[in-house]
């Protein structure tokens, strides 16, 4: 693949709201490992879509995006003062507390079927994830980022239990909370979009390992993930 890994590599894949991001950074507490969240990577984009109008509610300019996704220098900065403390910069500008609204959500959602642009953000990922032991998490970590990826996850949950937990994300951010349905319709439209895209849609990669989080607390399943890596990489 180009770079060598320095430690091991673990993927952690699925759709919005089945608790990848909160398990993947306790997953990364416990084991020690570096959290890397490669939404937060579209999401930037997205953002800057809508922003320059390169991307509107339904429509993207690809060739524009892909420019965009290619020239902008994007890192993850880790700011213990501030929450969350890992922190996403464009062009050293913290773009971190503007880029989970259900606008930027979509926006990210219609750059990232662009193969361009997840051709010019492809490089970026692989490096944050061979830097050390690292935890990545997104829609194609475990296919197409580290196919090698030491130990694979992908989370599942039903929709309306998903659109349960991103509602109350909304409203514990303090934004206008949209509906129930509002959510459950946008979580279905972007399911929809994320894998029937050409390249690199989400789908479980074949030796990836299946959690369906649906009826499990948070605990229930980082302990669980905890237990399969331990013993995948013979860690005590
Ligand atoms: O994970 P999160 O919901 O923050 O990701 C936002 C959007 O970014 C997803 O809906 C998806 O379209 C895109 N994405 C992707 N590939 C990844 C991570 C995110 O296409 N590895």
Redesign the pocket.
């Not at 608790?19 to 507490?29: I, P, W």
């Not at 464009?90 to 051709?119: K, N, Q, Y």
């Given at each position: 693949m180009g770079i060598p890994k320095l430690g091991p590599v673990i993927a952690i894949?699925g759709p919005?709201g089945t608790g990848?991001?909160s398990a993947t950074r306790h997953l990364a507490d416990v084991l020690g490992f570096i959290h890397v969240?490669?939404?937060?990577?579209?999401?930037a984009v997205?953002y800057l879509s809508l922003e320059r109008g390169i991307a509107t509610s339904d429509r993207v300019d690809s060739v524009r995006a892909a420019d965009l996704a290619r020239s902008v220098h994007l890192e993850f900065r880790r700011i213990p003062q501030k929450n969350p403390a890992n922190r996403i910069f464009a062009d050293g500008r913290d773009l971190t507390d503007f880029i989970r609204t259900p606008e930027v959500?979509m926006a990210?959602?219609r750059v990232?079927?662009c193969a361009e642009v997840?051709a010019a953000l492809l490089g970026l990922?692989r490096r944050l994830g061979c830097v050390g032991k690292t935890i990545l998490?997104?829609?194609?970590?475990g296919t197409v980022?580290f196919p090698d990826a030491d130990v694979k996850f992908f989370l599942t949950a039903t929709v309306d239990e998903r659109a349960k937990r991103r509602l109350v994300e909304l409203e514990a951010s303090g934004t206008d909370s949209p509906s129930f349905e509002d959510v459950k319709a946008q979580i279905v439209a972007?399911d929809h979009?994320?894998s029937t895209r050409a390249v690199?849609p989400?789908k479980k990669a074949e030796d990836a390992v299946s959690i369906d989080t649906s009826t499990m607390t948070l605990d229930q399943v980082v302990k669980l993930m905890e237990s399969i890596v331990r013993s995948r990489l013979g860690l005590s």
């Amino acid at each position: 693949m180009g770079i060598p890994k320095l430690g091991p590599v673990i993927a952690i894949d699925g759709p919005a709201g089945t608790g990848k991001s909160s398990a993947t950074r306790h997953l990364a507490d416990v084991l020690g490992f570096i959290h890397v969240d490669t939404g937060a990577i579209y999401r930037a984009v997205g953002y800057l879509s809508l922003e320059r109008g390169i991307a509107t509610s339904d429509r993207v300019d690809s060739v524009r995006a892909a420019d965009l996704a290619r020239s902008v220098h994007l890192e993850f900065r880790r700011i213990p003062q501030k929450n969350p403390a890992n922190r996403i910069f464009a062009d050293g500008r913290d773009l971190t507390d503007f880029i989970r609204t259900p606008e930027v959500s979509m926006a990210s959602s219609r750059v990232s079927a662009c193969a361009e642009v997840r051709a010019a953000l492809l490089g970026l990922q692989r490096r944050l994830g061979c830097v050390g032991k690292t935890i990545l998490e997104g829609r194609d970590i475990g296919t197409v980022v580290f196919p090698d990826a030491d130990v694979k996850f992908f989370l599942t949950a039903t929709v309306d239990e998903r659109a349960k937990r991103r509602l109350v994300e909304l409203e514990a951010s303090g934004t206008d909370s949209p509906s129930f349905e509002d959510v459950k319709a946008q979580i279905v439209a972007r399911d929809h979009g994320d894998s029937t895209r050409a390249v690199a849609p989400l789908k479980k990669a074949e030796d990836a390992v299946s959690i369906d989080t649906s009826t499990m607390t948070l605990d229930q399943v980082v302990k669980l993930m905890e237990s399969i890596v331990r013993s995948r990489l013979g860690l005590s």
